[in-house]
């Protein structure tokens, strides 16, 4: 069964930290590469950071650059995606979910490439 399954998630003072993870399997983990997304209330899903299938290329947003690290582990039976995230901000509150994309043929893939997403993750920043 493929899925993704997120954790990490959780109720932060601004400033704080929060390390999200993101583990896939049920698929043939190293073709696919893997984007951090967000959606908070009322807006529009948008893109935090990507990682290529082997964990050697990554891109960041605007949204959060500088303040965020995406890594990569690759097992023989699943995949760990982590998002470091620090100096978070009240706006920075949004379910964060994890996604994955085979044979984009962009870089960073497009959000509509991506098939296979998790259920996401709660992030609540506090002031």
Request: hydrophobic residues 30%; aromatic residues 8%; proline residues 3%.
């Amino acid at each position: 069964q493929v899925q993704l399954v997120e954790s990490g998630g959780g109720l932060v003072q601004s400033g704080g930290s929060l390390r999200l993870s993101c583990v896939a399997s049920g698929f043939v983990l190293d073709r696919y590469a893997i984007g951090w997304f967000r959606q908070a209330p009322g807006k529009e899903r948008e893109g935090v950071s990507y990682v290529s299938s082997t964990g050697d290329t990554t891109y960041y947003e605007d949204s959060m650059k500088g303040r965020n690290t995406i890594s990569r582990i690759n097992a023989k039976s699943s995949v760990l995606v982590e998002l470091q995230m620090n100096g978070l901000k009240p706006e920075d509150t949004a379910v964060y979910s994890c996604a994955a994309v085979r044979g984009s043929g962009t870089w960073p893939p497009h959000e509509h490439d991506y098939t296979i997403w998790g259920q996401g993750t709660q992030v609540i920043v506090s002031t």
